[in-house]
């Protein structure tokens, strides 16, 4: 077993990846993954010499066997990889490598990557966000309240004047943030020159009426030339923000657009995801991902409700949390299998959405804490009088809990907020 060696202790500057593995025999396919993920093959070859091997290979230095299912066990393993085998500073090469053909190798009956652990000087090779929680609540002004945001519904449809109404009328109704949903790009109803500017001349107006800073994250996920002119469009309409979606536009795309001159909030939107995350045989989890995004530079970062519309269960939900708000995250071998060190880069504001509405904002914060971004399309725009009606609801679900106030209560102040707990039992 050339890749194995359960009495190496990983180094400070190694990259640890832990696996979950289904296989016929641990040992065996342990090996192999660590071989393919780097410089090894199915087959010794004439052409290896031996200082590449030994400066290069990684180590599994752990197998852990935790079941059986069927013919196959089920294990954790840990390999550590020395930094020189990668470029570090190209996020799309090292995934390649770490994260690439071993999906697809007939010995593993399963594999989920459930962790990395990023050495210092990968960490440092990484932008991280410009802004952070801390940024994002400066440009807000809002220092301690959870952030409420909507989504424009119908998700694709309404024509570029009655999408703009929509928006204004969750801005004065309370809502910080308005964003396009992730599959509004620039349909011929509602194209995206058009809607970037008519928005924003509401959004104006919705700062002065209401005295409070107000925020549009336009999507301008689109291929990646486009996508950049769509983002100049949206500086010249005096955008502080941009929303891509980062699991289609690939890791290239997000970790360029982070290291282009705009000075933008960039707001993750995670769709896809589950393709890759949700099965617990296969795939890469949620919080590897997240690790990635943060490192790549993202500001905002969808990582689920654990109560509303999509899967994710607390324990996991507030491990994502932790990894992309923390600067030193602890492991707890469930979620976190490595302890992270961040060295001092800027965190992400974790954001709940999907199937959010008045009655769960209590939950939600008491799950995820007070620096959150609570958003809600249906919950809003679904209130039976209408989208202003469904942003005073949410806000005021929002402020009962800073309030120190139940829902109930507030409800007796807020005849919004009444017929919304009325409407969603
Ligand atoms: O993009 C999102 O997060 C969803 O559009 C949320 O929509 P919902 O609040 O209606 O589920
Ligand atoms: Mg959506």
Not at 215 to 242: F, Q
Not at 270 to 294: P, V
Request: contains cysteine; aromatic residues 8%.
């Amino acid at each position: 077993m050339d890749y194995v060696d359960l009495n190496y202790t990983p180094s400070e500057n190694d990259l640890l990846s832990c696996i979950r593995v289904k296989a016929k025999n641990l040992m065996k396919v342990a090996n192999e993954i660590a071989a393919e993920s780097s410089i090894g093959t199915w087959t010794k070859v004439q052409t290896m010499k031996s200082d590449v091997y030994e400066k290069l290979r990684p180590k599994v230095y752990e197998i852990e066997e935790i079941g059986e299912e069927g013919e196959s066990k089920v294990g954790i393993i840990k390999i550590a990889y020395p930094l020189d085998a990668f470029e570090i500073e190209n996020m799309p090469g090292t995934l390649a490598g770490i994260a690439g053909n071993i999906f697809g190798m007939k010995i593993v009956d399963g594999l989920r990557i459930l962790d990395y652990r990023f050495p210092e000087k990968f960490v440092k090779a990484y932008r991280g966000p410009r802004y952070g929680i801390d940024g994002i609540r400066k440009l807000l002004k809002v220092e301690e309240r959870p952030l409420l945001g909507t989504i424009v519904k119908p998700k694709v449809g309404l024509k570029t004047d009655e999408f703009a109404e929509v928006a204004y009328n969750a801005w004065i109704g309370g809502c910080d943030i308005v964003k396009d949903d992730e599959n509004l790009v620039s349909q011929s109803f509602n194209k995206f020159e058009d809607r970037i500017f008519k928005v924003l001349e509401l959004r104006d107006k919705a700062e002065e009426e209401t005295g409070e800073k107000k925020i549009y994250m336009p999507n301008i996920t689109a291929p990646y030339r486009e996508m950049i002119k769509r983002a100049e469009l949206a500086e010249d309409a005096g955008s502080e923000y941009v929303m891509l979606d980062v699991v289609v536009l690939g890791f290239s795309a997000v970790q360029q657009f982070r290291e282009e001159d705009f000075k933008f909030v960039i707001h993750a939107h995670r769709a896809m995801h589950a393709a890759i995350t949700r099965s617990k045989d296969w795939g890469i989890t949620m919080l590897t991902l997240a690790k990635i995004y943060r490192l790549l530079g993202v500001d905002q970062l969808h990582i689920g409700t654990v109560v509303g519309k999509m899967e994710g269960e607390r324990a996991e939900v507030c491990a994502i949390r932790d990894e992309i708000v923390l600067d030193k995250v602890e492991k707890d071998d469930k979620n976190k299998f490595f302890d992270q060190d961040w060295f001092g880069m800027n965190n992400v504001f974790p954001v709940a959405s999907g199937g959010v509405y008045p009655k769960l904002v209590p939950e939600i914060i008491e799950i995820l804490g007070k620096d959150v971004i609570i958003q809600a399309g249906g919950g809003i725009h679904g209130h039976p009088e209408g989208t202003v009606k469904g942003a005073i609801a949410m806000r005021a679900a929002i402020d009962a809990v800073m309030e120190g106030k139940s829902l109930e209560e507030k409800a007796e102040e807020v005849k919004e907020l009444k017929v919304a707990l009325e409407h969603w039992k």
